[in-house]
């Protein structure tokens, strides 16, 4: 599995409208706002420079909340077997 690939997965899983919407920190609006500038701009470097460290800031609260709050027993479960 590539490094864009593996990439795009987590952003599928994480930053969907039932991801968004289920972990409840975002506005699903507001980030799908945030993604396509994101895309739009990616050529001008003082924007990317800006919009990459955001959407990295969504991404990583998003997989923190899955793994510390939506799945914590689980995972808790999981590492005390």
Avoid: W
Wanted: with cysteine.
């Amino acid at each position: 599995m590539g490094g864009a690939h593996a990439t795009d997965r987590l952003i599928e899983t994480h930053m969907s409208r039932d991801a968004i919407e289920r972990a409840g920190i975002f506005d699903y609006r507001r980030v799908q706002i945030q993604q396509c500038l994101s895309r739009f701009t990616i050529r001008r470097r003082a924007a990317r420079d800006t919009m990459n460290p955001i959407r990295v800031f969504i991404l990583t609260v998003q997989i923190l909340n899955k793994l510390f709050i939506e799945d914590f027993e689980t995972n808790l479960r999981r590492h005390n077997q």
